[in-house]
């Protein structure tokens, strides 16, 4: 399997103002084989958070639910990308297939 993309529905077109405050839902577009920007094989959604925002939610909130959840230190496309490339071969087992 290959990643060919993945896009932050709250960040569409910049990235988050705080990296360490931060999350979004994403999805992510996955090829069996080879593939590419336009051409994959299944879109899979998650959400990913920083630990920071985590924090600051539950200091107003006595609980926080997400499906398929990826908490990260800061959110910056390297970490991620790597991130979502580590769990690829289990992502059917978290992540929501759309």
């Known amino acids: 399997m290959k990643i060919t993309s993945f896009y932050y529905l709250a960040y569409p077109d910049c990235s988050p103002p705080d990296p360490m405050m931060a999350s979004s839902e994403i999805y992510v577009e996955v090829a069996v084989q080879e593939g590419s920007l336009d051409s994959f094989d299944f879109t899979y959604a998650l959400t990913i958070s920083t630990v920071g925002f985590l924090k600051q939610y539950l ?3 006595p609980y926080y639910v997400s499906r398929s959840l990826i908490v990260v230190e800061h959110f910056d496309d390297k ?10 071969p ?3 087992d978290f992540a929501i297939r759309k």
């Open 90 to 92: 289990s992502i059917q």
């Open 59 to 61: 200091e107003t909130h």
């Open 79 to 88: 970490v991620i990308k790597e991130t979502l490339e580590a769990l690829l």
